[in-house]
């Protein structure tokens, strides 16, 4: 026995058909293939339907009936397979890739490799945004339609100096179902998928070579559950297509009308190929003759429909009109009348649609005896040449403990992992909190959320980032990254509310606090934001808010000047203008605010929440009297206005406009409704300690002040 040898070179390739599983090993030497053995299993149950296929593991065992012959024959041991998809959902995209390179270059292979491999992944990008279902689908297919150097079309990018390249390509796209289920098979037989190609690319490296790439052609290939198209022009494929509509539908049609089993009405379809009449037995085992003639006619109607069904997909995929020629190839499409049909169909005359065979085989060698050069050889052959096109396959890696599989396109990264295992794509950034917008005098502002950390991602334990190239059976794991606090904005915080108001008043220079009015209301500086606020910080105060900010009252008959100008209240003050007031003959006295009188029907009990804040009111008052004399001539600020910074319920709150302060002067600062009650009593403290509202406080001082529940 002679002993059995590693692959190497060689290169096997598998047609996993509807029917039945081709397998063809061989090797290339310059532009001659050179094929040294083939071996054909039909499936002993439909195993398959529409390329599709049902029993994984019945399909299996005939790859491993069919390896194990190839193996006999060649004394070699096969362990690496090329294979070709087909099936009922084929999804094409069609995208354009530009690469500006860092410097003028020679473009080497490397980067025409890299930058198909661009193409690839912009095109599943692409297609995962528009795939709506909840199904997974996988890369099976992609060629480029053309390039481009500087921007402008080429035919090889190769060895020209370029600024930038760039290529419109195209990727066919399968259900995860269709390429698990060819995956599963052949590793039941102990192989390894070292290429994956669409069964038209495999049969269009046969069927038109590259000399005839650039005239309009398509390329239909009629097997048992699916006829696969290909069109090429202008040098290169351009569209891909499918119908799953093939052999198999004449075959089930035979079965009805003769009633016979499916496998007998194969064998007639395929007797009346060189027979004019077919013998055989129906269901109730009485013999039975049939002419080519009848079942011609008896599946007419079926060729049409088939036939019509691909002219329109010919048309569709080369925008709208017919191609110039069609070659057809498979064991579908050799039934008579099929090309006479097609032709008719597509409106074009019935020698340019034709079977394609031996005549495009002129470079393919056959090292066996007796081989028979036809249709069915064609797509098994293309999927060995197709693996010097591209190499291509799948890989295994696990993700947050989930085993993915991830088309190879020999650039991958974390975030392609990522991707695949639908991670959320906010989840590997970092997260900002939610961004407060708003207005200020009339201009549009923005107060961005707090940035949030980046995700956590571990690489076969090591760290590791989004662009981290992975590698089969690669481990990765991924924290999501976190959000950042919510923007946050006060009024004081805004730069057009920060700088001070400069009036004179009765000669003296006096700083007063901007105002704002939000949504048409007045709001203190201590206001917090919201989205969608319209903020007006007003460029002037009025005559009453400099007094209420002096603490100036003045009696009735006084009169006040702004510029020069008699004024009132309600005048208007901007920057730098000037105020005076004048008292009458007699004294001006100095009132008390009306606004913090108490309710008539209050007791004025300090043991009730209500009591207390009336006793703040009062005391209020009384901080006010204190600093006021019974009758001061007006003006004449009884000392220097200071300022001072407190804590107030963790807030830096700024007191000003007097020389010194008490506890109760805290309200004139901070939003706190001492008219609504809101808890069974009201809590003060300075420091820690309770506090009296008359208590002086000093800058630094912490305090506290809130309703108890």
């Not at 339907?49 to 299996?60: K, M, N, R, S, Y």
């Not at 007045?522 to 206001?527: L, N, R």
């Not at 009132?568 to 009458?584: G, L, M, R």
């Not at 109760?664 to 420091?687: M, P, Q």
Request: charged share 25%; with cysteine.
């Amino acid at each position: 026995m002679a002993e059995t040898k590693e692959q190497g070179n060689l290169v096997f390739g598998l047609d996993i058909g509807t029917r039945s599983i081709v397998g063809t090993v061989g090797y290339r030497e310059g532009d001659v293939f050179t094929v040294l053995a083939q071996e054909v299993m039909e499936h002993e149950t439909r195993a398959m339907l529409d390329g599709q296929i049902h029993d994984i593991a019945q399909v299996g065992n005939t790859i491993t009936q069919v390896k194990k012959k190839l193996e006999k024959k060649l004394a070699v041991k096969l362990t690496d397979v090329c294979i070709a998809a087909a099936g009922r959902v084929l999804e094409t995209v069609e995208v354009n890739v530009n690469w500006e390179l860092d410097r003028e270059k020679v473009v080497t292979p490397e980067e025409v490799a890299g930058l198909t491999s661009m193409g690839i992944e912009k095109a599943y990008s692409s297609f995962q945004e528009k795939n709506k279902t909840d199904i997974h689908f996988y890369c099976v297919g992609n060629s480029v339609i053309r390039f481009y150097l500087n921007g402008y079309p080429i035919g090889n990018l190769e060895n020209h100096k370029a600024r930038s390249i760039g290529a419109d390509m195209i990727a066919t796209f399968l259900p995860d179902e269709v390429v698990d289920g060819l995956y599963k098979s052949v590793e039941i037989a102990g192989l390894r998928v070292v290429n994956m190609t669409l069964e038209p690319i495999a049969a269009i490296s046969v069927a038109i070579p590259e000399m005839y790439r650039m005239l309009n052609i398509g390329l239909v290939d009629v097997g048992a559950g699916t006829s696969d198209i290909c069109i090429t022009k202008d040098g290169c494929i351009v569209a891909y297509g499918m119908i799953p509509c093939a052999g198999d539908a004449l075959t089930e049609k035979i079965a009805k009308m003769c009633l016979v089993d499916f496998n007998t009405a194969e064998a007639i379809k395929r007797g009346i190929e060189t027979k004019n009449s077919v013998k055989y037995k129906d269901i109730m085992g009485l013999p039975q003759s049939i002419t080519k003639e009848a079942v011609l006619e008896m599946i007419s109607a079926e060729i049409d429909q088939m036939t019509s069904l691909v002219a329109d997909k010919l048309k569709e995929l080369n925008g709208g009109k017919p191609v110039s020629a069609v070659f057809v190839v498979g064991g579908g499409g050799r039934i008579e009348g099929y090309t006479a049909k097609l032709s008719e169909h597509l409106g074009i005359v019935a020698e340019r649609v034709a079977v394609r065979g031996e005549e495009v085989m002129t470079r393919i060698r056959f090292k066996e005896k007796g081989v028979k050069k036809d249709s069915l050889m064609v797509t098994p052959i293309g999927i060995c040449l197709n693996y010097y096109e591209q190499s291509n396959n799948f890989i295994y890696v696990t993700f947050n403990d989930e085993l993915i599989k991830i088309y190879d396109s020999g650039n991958l990264a974390v975030v392609d992992a990522a991707m695949h295992a639908d991670f959320r794509n906010d989840g590997l950034f970092p997260k900002r909190g939610k961004a407060i917008n708003y207005t200020v005098n009339g201009k549009v502002a923005m107060k961005r959320g707090e940035t949030g950390e980046a995700a956590r991602i571990k690489l076969n334990g090591e760290d590791a980032d989004m662009n981290t190239p992975i590698r089969a059976n690669d481990v990765i794991t991924v924290e999501e990254s976190t959000a950042g606090a919510d923007a946050k904005l006060m009024i004081a915080d805004l730069p057009e509310f920060r700088s001070m108001l400069v009036v004179r008043v009765e000669g003296r220079k006096i700083l007063l606090p901007r105002t704002a009015v939000v949504n048409g209301e007045a709001k203190s500086e201590f206001y917090e934001i919201q989205d969608g606020d319209e903020i007006v910080i007003r460029d002037y105060v009025t005559v009453r808010e400099v007094r209420e900010f002096m603490d100036v009252a003045l009696a009735e008959g006084a009169k006040v000047s702004v510029n020069n100008e008699e004024a009132d209240d309600d005048t208007a003050v901007y920057e730098n203008f000037t105020i005076s007031w004048k008292a009458p003959e007699k004294k001006a006295v100095l009132s008390d605010e009306p606004e913090y009188d108490s309710d008539p029907g209050d007791d004025g009990s300090e043991d009730t929440a209500a009591g207390a804040a009336e006793e703040v009111v009062s005391a209020k008052r009384e901080s006010r009297k204190k600093k006021k004399t019974a009758a001061v001539t007006i003006p004449a600020p009884a000392a220097v206005p200071v300022t001072v910074t407190v804590n107030v319920n963790g807030r830096n709150v700024k007191l000003t406009g007097k020389p010194s302060y008490v506890f109760v002067d805290i309200f004139d600062h901070i939003d706190f409704d001492l008219k609504n009650v809101k808890g069974s009593r009201l809590v003060t403290e300075v420091n820690g300690q309770a506090a009296e509202y008359m208590q002086p406080v000093k800058a630094g001082d912490v305090i506290l002040v809130r309703w108890e529940k």
